[in-house]
T-cell receptor, first 117, second 113 residues
Framework: AQKITQTQPGMFVQEKEAVTLDCTYDTSDQSYGLFWYKQPSSGEMIFLIYQGSYDEQNATEGRYSLNFQKARKSANLVISASQLGDSAMYFCAMKNVRGSTLGRLYFGRGTQLTVWP | NAGVTQTPKFRILKIGQSMTLQCAQDMNHNYMYWYRQDPGMGLKLIYYSVGAGITDKGEVPNGYNVSRSTTEYFPLRLELAAPSQTSVYFC????????????FGPGTRLLVL
């Protein structure tokens, strides 16, 4: 079964500093996708970044980058130059791309990030 | 494009009542999903659909039903509401299941008393 683990219930970072949010996953499949979503206090789910299991380069989207270490089964999110608006819950998720679970996202429990001035 | 829309935003139900959560998307996505998010937890899949007329169970389907008669709509039906169904419900869609991000609606907050 697929499993996503986020071991940091809460993280604090000062504005303009970088922060890394940890995510490890467990799957026996070779083809999968890894996602990070942001959930602000307003509740909506906002897609941040995607990494395919066969992508050789780490994904980047603006201030977000995904540190993908396939052998260690980790997909950490790095936020550079943190802003106060980055304060939110962050979810790591995985999707299989083959088989009967095609398209289903499996979520971790999330990390609450607080950015302070 | 409106993206994924959900109604209502908030609802209080009494135990044993039924209701339908509405979800619509205007992106012509084939795949649609229903998730629930309990306090302090990640999202769990209730049901999903890979196209009109095709639905399948997710991790936590008990107490729910779905239908998908068109590409655009994917309603979630709660029969005989129970306090354990108090949660935030998210609908999502994607064009395909392969490597595509899912776009989420704003959520429906449901309280069963």
């Amino acid at each position: 079964a697929q499993k996503i683990t986020q071991t940091q219930p809460g993280m604090f970072v000062q504005e303009k500093e970088a922060v890394t949010l940890d995510c490890t996953y467990d799957t026996s499949d070779q083809s999968y996708g890894l996602f990070w979503y942001k959930q602000p206090s307003s509740g909506e789910m906002i897609f941040l970044i995607y990494q395919g299991s066969y992508d050789e380069q780490n994904a980047t989207e603006g201030r977000y980058s995904l540190n993908f270490q396939k052998a260690r089964k980790s997909a950490n999110l790095v936020i550079s130059a943190s802003q106060l608006g980055d304060s939110a819950m962050y979810f790591c998720a995985m999707k299989n791309v083959r088989g009967s679970t095609l398209g289903r996202l499996y979520f971790g429990r999330g990390t609450q990030l607080t950015v302070w001035p | 494009n409106a993206g994924v829309t959900q109604t209502p935003k908030f609802r209080i139900l009494k135990i044993g009542q039924s209701m339908t959560l509405q979800c619509a998307q205007d992106m012509n996505h084939n795949y649609m999903y229903w998730y629930r998010q309990d306090p302090g937890m990640g999202l769990k899949l209730i049901y999903y659909s890979v196209g009109a007329g095709i639905t399948d169970k997710g991790e936590v389907p008990n107490g729910y039903n779905v239908s998908r008669s068109t590409t655009e709509y994917f309603p979630l039906r709660l029969e005989l509401a129970a306090p354990s169904q108090t949660s935030v419900y998210f609908c999502a869609s994607s064009y395909s299941g392969v490597g595509e991000t899912q776009y989420f609606g704003p959520g429906t907050r449901l309280l069963v008393l």
